[in-house]
């Protein structure tokens, strides 16, 4: 069994030599002006990656190998980093069947590595993507439930301070892509299978409203309302059960609320939603619809659809930069990376990854760079790309784990000149 003790040692260890690692070489005829550092997350290789960003290039510079059992792989999978950057958290997404939610302080063990604080907190079965109150109290993160039927799943609320779980809130089947508006006041998720944007109020951890983003039927729902699931069409979940299922009977759409493993059938999903991304300032949502290849923008003053971008294939993570310019989002299907102009509402651009299955996205706090992950397939590396969103161009690239997925951004630091 690696215990948190044998972590620690295992990736002094082997952190101190990875600082040795090579950078990549910069593909831009302007050099970055400070230096940026970022976490990526390898699923399949059960290690998290510090990689930095400098006029020399892009550089793995510390790995750092997580998990309890060494015959389990335990599967990293979301990434986010307390405003004041002193906190990472992790989830893995794999386990008994169910993942737990890691806390790392960043920079504070030996040399510089990252120091594991107390023992994981147990979520719901497959915790993805996760995000923090600004104030570092509490992470929320989604349970995705690749696990058994497929039925309504939660949010897992965690005090910080104590790493305790308060609350799991039932919203949808196959939540995913967790963000806090600005405010921290609201939470956004998406229901990849049911086809709605579902909004939790953070002062009472309920969910507050639900917005259908099904094709042609876009607009509010009511928050207590099932929906009147027939199939589960578009996703083949053939591999995660042993026998078949019998098909369960069709919900009464004058039935109300969700319970934990209620049993739903599934109507087609046409949207498909993955990401929910609130703008700068929190006054929209935008709804990455994996399946349609469209983005859908929400004004969330009025609960209405104001407009949809359309994407190339497969849009599935989104970020917006700092400054409300930019939308960029990874085509997973596609293998790129696309750049919107908010504004215009226009593409600037697609940008090809340097590996296949684009996952996650994040952007610098200058709103210059996009740091990406790629998955790869079987036994390729993972791969992270970053890319000045200036020029459109990638300008450097490294290997990572397996099944890179889930990244963060830490911090960037000036470049100062002696005179």
């Given at each position: 069994m690696r215990t948190a003790p044998a972590l620690l040692l295992t990736a002094a260890l082997a952190l101190v030599a990875s600082r040795a690692a090579p950078h990549a070489q910069t593909r831009s005829s302007q050099a970055p002006q400070a230096t940026y550092w970022v976490y990526a997350g390898a699923e399949s290789a059960d290690t998290i990656h510090r990689i930095r960003l400098d006029a020399q290039g892009l550089a793995v510079e510390r790995t750092t190998p997580i998990g309890e059992?060494?015959?389990?792989m335990e599967g990293p999978h979301g990434l986010q980093i307390t405003p004041d950057g002193r906190f990472l958290?992790?989830?893995?997404?794999?386990?008994?069947?169910?993942?737990?939610?890691?806390?790392?302080?960043?920079?504070?063990?030996?040399?510089?590595?990252?120091?594991?604080?107390?023992?994981?907190?147990?979520?719901?079965?497959?915790?993805?993507?996760?995000d923090v109150t600004p104030d570092g109290l509490y992470s929320l993160s989604v349970n995705f439930n690749l696990h058994g039927d497929m039925v309504p799943s939660t949010v897992s609320v965690v005090f910080t301070p104590t790493m305790i779980e308060v609350n799991r809130v039932v919203t949808c089947t196959m939540p995913h892509g967790s963000r806090l508006d600005p405010t921290g006041l609201?939470?956004?998720?998406v229901c990849m299978m049911d086809d709605q944007l579902v909004e939790i109020d953070t002062r009472t951890f309920e969910v507050s409203r639900r917005f259908s983003v099904a094709t042609d039927a876009e607009g509010p729902v009511?928050?207590?309302?099932?929906?009147?699931?027939?199939?589960?069409?578009?996703?083949?979940?053939?591999s995660m059960a042993a026998t078949p299922k019998p098909a369960a009977p069709p919900v009464d759409p004058a039935e109300v609320g969700y319970a934990p493993g209620?049993?739903?059938?599934?109507?087609?999903?046409?949207?498909?939603?993955?990401?929910?991304?609130?703008?700068?300032?929190?006054t929209r949502i935008f709804v990455a619809c994996n399946k349609s290849d469209v983005i859908v923008e929400v004004d969330v003053a009025t609960w209405t659809m104001t407009r949809k971008l359309r994407t190339g294939r497969g849009i599935?993570?989104?970020?917006?930069?700092?400054d409300g310019r930019l939308l960029v989002g990874t085509l997973k299907q596609g293998h790129m990376v696309e750049v919107f102009d908010?504004?215009?509402?226009?593409?600037?651009?697609?940008?090809?990854?340097?590996?296949?299955?684009?996952?996650?996205?994040?952007?610098?706090?200058?709103s210059r760079y996009a740091f990406v992950t790629s998955e790869g397939v079987g036994a390729q590396p993972g791969k992270v790309d970053a890319i000045d969103l200036r020029s459109l161009q990638k300008i450097g690239t490294v290997d990572v784990g397996q099944q890179a997925s889930g990244i963060?951004?830490?911090?960037?630091?000036?470049?100062?000149?002696?005179?």
């Open positions: 059992l060494s015959a389990e958290y992790m989830t893995t997404g794999h386990g008994k069947p169910d993942g737990k939610l890691w806390k790392y302080e960043l920079g504070a063990g030996p040399g510089g590595s990252d120091r594991l604080v107390g023992d994981g907190v147990l979520l719901g079965n497959f915790p993805a993507s996760l609201r939470q956004y998720s009511p928050v207590d309302a099932a929906m009147d699931h027939s199939m589960h069409a578009g996703h083949d979940m053939s209620e049993r739903h059938t599934m109507a087609p999903a046409t949207c498909s939603p993955t990401w929910a991304q609130p703008s700068h300032d929190g599935y993570n989104l970020a917006v930069s700092p908010l504004a215009s509402g226009s593409s600037l651009g697609q940008v090809k990854t340097s590996n296949t299955i684009a996952h996650g996205i994040v952007i610098s706090s200058d963060a951004f830490w911090k960037m630091t000036p470049v100062t000149t002696g005179r």
